[in-house]
Nanobody, 120 residues
């Protein structure tokens, strides 16, 4: 059974930090690029950060560049999102995503989401 389980969300004041984790099981983690998305009510789910299969390449949304860092540990089947200098506009549900294209097909998995609230 495929599972992506996020943890580490919560409430924090502006300027604070949080570290999200996403533990994967049920599939070969190292074969998948991993991504973090976020969504606020009434809006589309937006890509926040992406990391390649072995971590050699990362990409970030402009709104989080310099503040967020994505990383992965393939030995632990876990991807992380370190979030610093948090702003109220970072408030959202954050989702972990794994994606792989193989033999002409796309394979994709989602976590259940974890709430991040930035407020004074």
């Amino acid at each position: 059974q495929v599972q992506l389980v996020e943890s580490g969300g919560g409430s924090v004041q502006p300027g604070g930090s949080l570290r999200l984790s996403c533990a994967a099981s049920g599939f070969t983690f190292r074969y998948y690029a991993m991504n973090w998305y976020r969504q606020v009510p009434g809006k589309e789910r937006d890509l926040v950060a992406a990391i390649s299969r072995f971590g050699s390449s990362t990409n970030y949304a402009d709104s989080v560049k310099g503040r967020f860092t994505i990383s992965r540990d393939n030995a632990k089947n876990t991807v992380y999102l370190e979030m610093n200098s948090l702003k109220p506009e970072d408030t959202a549900v954050y989702y972990c995503n794994g994606r792989r294209r193989f033999d002409g097909r796309q394979y994709e998995y989602w976590g259940q989401g974890t709430q991040v609230t930035v407020s004074s």
